[in-house]
């Protein structure tokens, strides 16, 4: 009876483990792999020989344009950069419109910004018109990981992007 349990609790296992070995080579669960990125193959290919090459272009979802963390909110691409300096961290924001990712440079853009300690701080960014994006220095005093809301006002209309930064 003793041998009986102990095999139909080995063979359960191993059942188990080979379904588990299966469904992962299903699913792209590694370590890249993100669960709320739609798969690219779920995009029906409805390109014909006919269709021209800035056609098929536009059908591409927007990319990040400098390598920082981005957020599509409608029309607009925010897209944040931070750099560590010696006062602070200097938070780069890019407000752009359209697929051409126009910069947008008369928008009155703020950030709420929380510590790991739990305070708030309120950022008022400045347009850099060289870089065409908005700049503030975060006077940060404390390591750990700080989430952040900005806010920009574009004529009268609102856009929101959420992002964090480590320090």
């Known amino acids: 009876m003793k041998a009986l349990k102990s095999s139909l609790v080995i063979l359960g296992s191993v ?18 792999s993100s669960p709320t990125s739609a798969p690219v193959a779920s995009q ?6 006919a269709a021209s090459p800035a056609a098929s ?17 409608g029309p607009y691409h925010l897209e944040l950069l931070t750099l560590k300096e010696d006062t602070g961290t200097h938070l780069d924001l890019y407000l752009q419109k359209g697929d051409t990712h126009e910069p947008i440079p008369n928008a ?39 989430p952040l809301k900005v806010t920009a006002d574009i004529n009268g209309e609102k856009v929101d992007g ?5 320090q």
């Open 108 to 146: 009155k853009v703020t950030a709420q910004v929380q510590s790991p300690n739990g305070e708030q701080q309120t950022l008022d960014f400045k347009y850099d018109a060289d870089g065409k994006h908005y700049a503030v220095v975060f006077p940060v005093k404390d390591a750990g990981n700080y």
């Open 162 to 166: 959420r992002f964090s930064f480590n």
């Open 15 to 32: 059942g188990l483990l080979f379904l588990g070995a299966c469904s992962k080579s299903d699913q792209g669960t590694g370590p890249n």
């Open 57 to 73: 272009a536009k059908t591409e979802p927007p990319k990040p344009s400098k390598g920082g963390q981005v957020v599509e909110s």
């Open 44 to 49: 029906p290919n409805t390109s014909s020989p």
